[in-house]
């Protein structure tokens, strides 16, 4: 089982709707959790953390389960500019203690006219 | 301010050969990461270095190996190239360990004919 999982999608939405991506983990020890945005051959960029007590910026809203071991994150109100991928990010020990950042294969989303 | 930086930012190898990458944190990082990203997929863990130690090691072969220097600077590289070894890798910085946000580069993108 990978460590953090995705839908690779793509995710087709129209401008203005509501879009929302998921992702599991395997490690119930993870500690920290992220998004990040990832534009074509481009750096992946950090796009918000995630809380336990789920967090929103502006139009995109992030949830964390422990429960579970899911994270999603809802973007509402679809702009063109949102087409890109979405990586999910997750913080915990690694197979010898060291703490690192997995992440996932993403998500990528296209948004049209 | 500037960002991490890069160099170079495009790489053209043969089969065997040898290869060096750089790296320049953000000023005041002390920590830097390395990620191998084939395309299609997220970032894979590769090192991570935090004042001039290796704190982290990911599952990459023994010809990968990195060292940073007192200026906080990284080089990673790359001994008997192999054709899987085509991928964009992608340094990141951040203050102290990896739960801090990490801050990517634009990354070198490698390709071994």
């Known amino acids: 089982r990978k460590e953090v999982e995705q839908d690779p999608g793509p995710f087709n939405v129209p401008e203005g709707a509501t879009v929302a991506f998921n992702c599991t983990y395997s490690?119930?020890?993870?500690?920290?959790f992220f998004w990040y945005r990832q534009d074509c051959r481009k750096e992946p960029k950090l796009l918000m953390s995630v809380y336990s007590s789920g967090n929103e910026d502006g139009r995109f809203t992030a949830q964390l389960n422990r429960a579970s071991q899911y994270i999603s994150l809802l973007i509402r109100d679809s702009k063109l500019s949102d087409s890109a991928t979405y990586l999910c990010v997750v913080f915990g020990p690694g197979d010898t203690g060291f703490q690192k950042l997995v992440f996932g294969t993403g998500t990528r989303l296209l948004v049209s006219p | 301010d500037a960002g991490v930086t890069q160099s170079p930012t495009h790489l053209i190898k043969t089969r065997g050969q040898h290869v060096t990458l750089r790296c320049s944190p953000i000023s005041g990082h002390k920590s830097v990461s390395w990620y191998q990203q084939v395309l299609g997929q997220g970032p894979q863990f590769i090192f991570q270095?935090?004042?001039?130690?290796?704190?982290g090691r990911g599952n990459f072969p023994d010809r990968f190996s990195a060292r940073q220097f007192p200026n906080y600077s990284s080089e990673l590289n790359v001994n008997a190239l192999l054709l899987g070894d085509s991928a964009l890798y992608l340094c990141?910085?951040?203050?102290?360990?990896?739960?801090?946000?990490?801050?990517f580069g634009n990354g070198t993108r490698l390709t071994v004919t």
């Open positions: 990141a910085s951040s203050y102290q360990g990896t739960n801090s946000p990490l801050h």
């Open positions: 490690n119930s020890a993870s500690q920290s």
């Open positions: 270095y935090y004042e001039k130690e290796e704190r």
